[in-house]
């Protein structure tokens, strides 16, 4: 059974910083990706790793968030700092064959997680 649990996320001022993570399981895909998606907006990719652990980041997030796999617990981790109020969003943690993921584009990304909010207030 696949499965992709997050769990992070919450409420924070401007400025601040919040931690995700996402572990998989059932899995054989070794590439991973977070997107998000606000209210009335399309879901938009914000960080991935590639084959070789390399990370690749949206523009938005080059800068402010950081991403990393632990390949022996096949957990991806999303560190944001320096969050603003247009950061909010519920983020999804993506797995996927690496091909279709580093692009992190939505519509080549098969499997997916529930979601967790994240908040930040002015």
């Known amino acids: 059974q696949v499965q992709l649990v997050e769990s992070g996320g919450g409420s924070v001022q401007a400025g601040g910083s919040l931690s995700l993570s996402c572990r998989t399981s059932g899995l054989r895909y070794n590439c991973m990706a977070w997107f998000r998606q606000a209210p009335g907006k399309e879901r938009e990719g914000v960080a991935a790793?590639?084959?070789?652990?390399?990370?690749v980041y949206a523009e938005f997030a080059k800068g402010r968030f950081s991403v990393s796999k632990d390949n022996s617990k096949n957990t991806l981790t999303l560190q944001m700092s320096s969050l603003k109020p247009e950061d909010s969003a519920k983020y999804y943690c993506a797995a996927d064959i690496c091909s279709r993921i580093v692009g992190l584009d939505r519509n080549e990304t098969r499997y997916w997680g529930q979601g967790t909010q994240v908040t930040v207030s002015p």
């Open positions: 790793t590639d084959i070789n652990g390399k990370p």
